[in-house]
């Protein structure tokens, strides 16, 4: 992403098949401003170079890592493994089982390395965007702002449906 600012959020993804469901992610930050990374690291294709992605990504002013895989969706542990930057993780929704195996992967993480597991697919590619708006407005009074008014304008837009009559 092109902000000319510090990216605070790193978003790696296993694969660039992924990208079409994480794109929602990486807009909803666009969308309030955040400056990210986005790349395509695998914990098992790229194993060297995703723990060393993970290892420099505090130093390098990053503040939230957000991890999305498929299958055997290992690549939010490993980011965690070599991290203690907050990690979410975001499911896949893969091949063959659709997304059941990536979230299994994903949230059974062992006690003491912390991995926030997000819903399948492109509900939980926002969602964990919106998770990293909300750590970084505890110190950020401007994002918080953009926070709420995301937040009345959603429900706004959900009070103002109304239901076709039936014939
Ligand atoms: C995972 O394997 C990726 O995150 C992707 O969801 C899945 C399939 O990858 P491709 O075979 O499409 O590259 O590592």
Known sequence: MNMNKQPLV??????????PVMRSCAETLKRFGIAYEAKVLSAHRTP???LDYAS???GRGIKVL????????HLAGVLAAKSE???LAVP???KHLQGLDSLLSMVQMPGGIP???????????????LFAVSMLALSDPDLAKKLTDFRF???EKVLSKTLPDLP
């Not at 790696?12 to 992924?18: A, P």
């Not at 819903?119 to 969602?127: C, K, L, Y």
Request: aromatic share 4%.
């Open 85 to 87: 930057l907050p990690v």
């Open 66 to 73: 957000i991890g999305a895989a498929g299958g055997a969706a």
């Open 115 to 129: 991995v926030a597991t997000f819903a399948i697919g492109e509900a939980g590619a926002v969602n964990a965007a």
């Open 48 to 50: 060297d170079a995703a």
């Open 56 to 58: 420099s990504a505090q």
């Open 10 to 19: 790193g978003i790696v993804m296993g694969s660039d098949s992924d990208w």
């Open 92 to 94: 896949m929704p893969s």
């Open 153 to 155: 304008n959603q429900s």
